[in-house]
Structure formats: C-alpha cells, structure tokens
C-alpha cells in the first residue's frame, strides 16, 4: 500500500538520479583505467548493468557523462532562481552584484570533492573534443546566469554583459591557479578587482 | 630560371594558402548546399582538387575547417605581438588598454564580410559540435591575448584576468546583436564600461 502512496514523479526521479550516478561512477573508473578514447557508451552501459538505451535517455553522447557535474550545476542555477525573489537590478553593477554569490557558489560545489575536480581537469587537459565541451557548458552557464537576470526583470542588454564579467570572473579564478582549495578565494578576488560603470 | 630565384619558403606558402583557400571555398559550397553532416572531408577534398592527405596537412577534421578564419584571426594577435614593442602593462586597466584596440582590430576583421559573418553564426548554431568548437576557439583567442601580455612583460595573474575581461567585452559584442555591421561599436561599448581597480 505505501508504495501506491508514493508520487509517481518520486519514483521516476529517483530511479533517473540512480541510473546517472551509476552511468557516471562506471564511465569514471572506465576512463581512469582505460583512457577515455578506449572506453565505448557500450562499455560505460555494461558496466553500470544499464542497457544503452537509458544510456542516452540520460546523456547525448560519452563526452557528455564527464560534464554531468556541470549540468548538476546548471540546475542550481535554476532552482536559485525558481525559490529566490529579489529586486531587479537595472545597472550591470547591481546585476553582477547579484551573480557574485551564485557564482561563488558554483564554484564551491564545483571544488568541493577537490581530487574529483583535479582528475576532470586533467582528463579534459587531454582531449581537444572535450575541451570543446568544457568551453561551451562555461559558456552555457553565462548564458543561464544572463536569463536568471533577465526573468529578474533586467534589461537583456545589461544581463548579457554581467554575466560575461561573472564568467570572466570565474574564469580567471580557474585559470590563475586551477586550484581546488583557492577556487572560490581565486574567483573573489577576480570580482573584487572589476568596477562597472552605471 | 626565375623560379630558382625565388625563396622555397614563399613558393610553399603560397602553395599552402592556396590549398587551404580551395579547401575552405569547397567546404563552404558542398555545406550551404547540402548541410554540415552531409559532406565529408572526401567530398571536400574531391571538390577541391587535392587530396585526403593535404586537407589533413591543413585541417584536424571537418569542423576545424568552418573556423578556418578564426585561426586566421590568432595568427594576427601573435603578428601583432611581434611587430609592436610597447611597454610592460602592470596594472590590469592598463593590461585591458592594450587589449582593446586588438580585440576591436579583431571584430572588425572578423566582420569585415558580413555575409559571410551571418552564414558563419547560422551554421555554427544549427550544429552543437560547431557550437563547442567555436567556444573553444573563443577561449583560445583569450589564452593568446594572455600570452601576449606576457611576452611583453605583464605578470601572469595580471594578464589572465584582463585577457578574460576583455573576451568578455568582445562576447558580449557578439551576444548583444550579433550583427557584422554593429559588433565593432557594441563591443566598444563594452569597454566602455568597465573599470579595473588598480
């Protein structure tokens, strides 16, 4: 009976955040072992004792498995802004006050298992295809961060600047040192140096 | 005997330049006219003229071949950096004062044909592994505007951060409107405002 009383929607969310973590644990110990140009989705799938079918319900392709932190991420974002209301920030010195915290945030999540992010980079270091793939997810988190403002109420123009001075930001802090216990030190210090004009 | 007066080095140029032209006017075509996924490197190879060895003398894949002017846009700042001797930018404002008149130098090139301009961005739109490309090739036009700073003296954390800023600025040119007739002014304004603490 209690089974019955459980919301569908619980169920599924829980089975699809299952078979991620499997996907990603056997796609991690895969490509440590192997080299990710070694290791096929097939390979990923039979080891997570999924068929490749949920493979791709999950994850468009194998690169995709290695950022499935960064779209974790990506979400935090949208919850922040589904549960937070605050006033618009009409200047792009008010809005880039407002993503400060939340990229702050972000990479403290990002760094928080620092040996975990020290091997995503060194496994994306390798391999242009993924280094591709890093860029773009960065720049999909400027451009979530931009809509964020935007559904805030500011004007598209000034959302669009802040957030790639956030991005810069972030950048910067990962580029100074790419250190997982100074990220979020690195990345303060980098908004602490830009002033914006009204 | 002219021939033999002539350098090696500038026949081979010329040669290689020549190659890579008719290798990026027939990839150009075979796209437009039957889409990206469509063609393979051994149409664009057949249809101009050379081989599947030369096009990868000058290309890594297909995709490298759509950023063909991108790699032509880095090849300017590293001729930029070594034709102009100026002195050691200590601060990042004046790190970022260095960088302006290169990175607008480099939009105008860049949108110097805005057709071409247009057709570039649908294409890269419409397809996510041109998307991921073309974020990288972004991120390395920052990494080389850095070294840049670097070679003329600027120390690194210093360089890095306005090589991000500066992407920053000439990103948000491109998101603002994304329009090959404006993108020089927007991304000044851009420029315009920032300020960098000392």
Not at 37 to 53: C, K, L, M, P, Q
């Amino acid at each position: 009976m209690s089974d019955i009383l459980v919301a569908p929607e619980s169920l599924t969310a829980r089975k699809k955040r299952r078979a991620q973590q499997s996907i990603v644990e056997a796609a991690d110990e895969l490509f440590r072992a192997h080299g990710f140009e070694n290791v096929s989705v097939t390979d990923i799938a039979a080891r997570a004792e999924v068929g490749r079918t949920t493979f791709f319900r999950y994850f468009g392709d194998k690169a995709e498995v290695v950022f499935a932190h960064e779209q974790q991420l990506l979400d935090t974002i949208t919850e922040i802004a589904s549960h937070e209301s605050v006033e618009t920030a009409h200047t792009p010195a008010k809005a880039i006050d407002q993503l400060e915290p939340i990229v702050l945030e972000l990479c403290a999540k990002a760094s928080a298992n620092a040996d975990g992010y020290v091997l995503h980079y060194e496994l994306i270091a390798k391999h242009p295809e993924l280094r591709a793939r890093d860029a773009l997810k960065t720049q999909l988190i400027a451009d979530t961060l931009s809509d964020l403002l935007i559904a805030r109420g500011t004007e598209e123009s000034v959302a669009i600047f802040a957030a790639q001075i956030a991005l810069a930001c972030a950048q910067t802090g990962r580029r100074r040192a790419n250190n997982p216990h100074t990220l979020v030190a690195d990345t303060r210090a980098a908004f602490e140096q830009v002033q914006l004009r009204a």
